[in-house]
């Protein structure tokens, strides 16, 4: 899932419709919610749910759905009981077991069934729910309704059921324990509209005023990844061809009005999925559809073979196609382990920026990230249990979605691409996690067999620990050996020492020279080879570590006030010669004082964080203790 944080900007004729965002008191609500009831439900513990067909009779001007559902499940241990989680502002009018009515009761959100026979172990059944009611009224919002649009009066109807709200909706196993094996959705509604559904479309057939959608899907799928919508949606295909000669449609369902703005942006699936595909290995559904839905909450949802979308910019298209394989081929076997959909999600965002738009579009995206990242010193990527309930805290853009892509960057960088996109590979393809789930220990031990390293105390350090480091290196130059000290201060008190190599460039006007500095402590100091005279060093000028970085040169001649990159977009670093800096002022343009900082520590270079700057040009003024140099930077908007 992506949030729409940002790029508002992009979707102005939807601004109208956003305000549905959940406000803080609606989050209130929801959690409380969440921590009452239903949370700890062991519904369907004792079934293996093998097949779902879900009859939906909806109309997009009504709140009001009329359902059926017919449930295939094989017993996996004796049981004479059959629970399912079913929300209790749903009626149920009649409920069969095998084809015969038979005695439940529902409350709490579940559905108790006791069987007319008691099952033993692997034998199969099967339950028939007759249902009705306004799902629309629900804390999770998981199903929802939307009268018209800015300019449209059509109704919309869609589902959004991550994390606790399929229940609302349908009768399931809410959790993350059984994937069902396979599914059929028949949604009847009234003739103009269309229904977006997961899988392929089978058939339309007009009845009457009505029409019915099948859509078939044939992949083991986790409740919260089924999803439907529907709306008076224009469509259009693209097609995409993969070097292995399959081909894979991909289906958009659009608003009308929303065509001119969408159907460019769309066509960038295609290169993104055949990218995906090169990395990854095939599309996980490649016998179906791949295909976006729009809708009208803020962002996108991955759901199974079809995301559903506010709009179409390009991050948004590349991150819910990257959990096709990640999130859904592949679920969290666990809410703790959210980062290893949404981590990854993000980190393949940013690979798509990189390897198919710019090095700038990667660099600012990146820092974008990078600075996200580093927002919070405590707290960690892997979500403690008692904060499982806690939506705002799983779905934490800093630690969820930002850490854990830097979380899989430095991963890559410890272990080196080969090794890296090599465990991916084998992850993805283990047969006891694909089309299942997966914890953070399973993405681990792939990623230590492809390296050969024991990857313990990484994963301690940046995904069980808290916070970052902060870098100093002291250095200077004796003839032909260069004299680095890195000393290390961890900000969290969790972590002792952040296992991570550090790359360092040193370089002079002409030449230049990186080395990838291992250490194993908090203060290490290396000698190393160099045959030309350097003048300045930087700490990870690739940015592959999360750090704040600080770099002291003991015996350098003095030098001249740099200011780097020039123009400047998120992140802008002074290195004052070799003079220690205790005053930073910036201008703008006009001469007015724009920023002042006082800079404690003896550091000749300092890195200041400038993505909230408006575009233009400043004046940086650094004052030591017997000098004050001025610069000109441009500064861009990201
Ligand atoms: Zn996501």
Known sequence: MQRLLIFLFVVV???????????????????????????????????DITHVTLHLDVDPSQNDLTAKAVITFKAMTATSIVTLDLADNLHIDSLLYNGTSTVFNHQFDVLTITLPQPLTANERGRIQVNYSGDPTNNPYRSYDRSKGRVEDTTGVIWTLSQPYGAHQWWPCKDGLTDKVDSLDMYITIPLGMKAAGIGSLEQVEPIGTKQTYHWKHRYPITTYLVAFAVTNYDEFTDWVRFPSGDSLPILNYIFPEYIPFGRDPARETVRIMQLFDSLFGAYPFIDEKYGHAQFLRGGGMEHQTMSFMVDWNFGLVAHELGHQWFGDMITCGSWQDLWLNEGFATYLTLLSYDILLSHDDWIANNLHSRTRAMQYRTGSVFVQAADTLDENRLFSSQFTYHKGAQILHMLRWTVGDSAFFAGLRSYLGDQNLRYGFARSHDLKEHIERSSGNDLSDFFDDWLYGEGYPSITATWHQSGDKLVVRLQQDTLAPS????????????????????????????????????????????????????SRNYVIHDNQPAGDLQLYPNPTLNDLTIVNGNTPIQQISVYTVDGKLFREISVNRATNVFTMNTSEWIAGMYFVSVQSENDVRTGRIIHLNP
């Open 495 to 546: 972590v002792d020492h952040y296992s991570v190599p550090v790359e360092i460039l040193v370089k002079n006007q002409d030449t230049k020279a990186y080395f990838r500095l291992e250490t194993e402590s908090n203060d290490t100091t290396f000698t190393l080879p160099i045959n030309w005279l350097a003048d300045s060093l930087f700490i990870d000028p690739n940015y592959w570590i999360l």
């Open 13 to 47: 004729p939807y601004l109208g419709a956003m305000g549905q965002e959940l406000t803080c008191k609606q989050f209130e609500t929801l959690h409380k919610h969440q921590k009452s009831s239903l949370f700890k439900s062991s519904a369907g513990e004792s079934i």
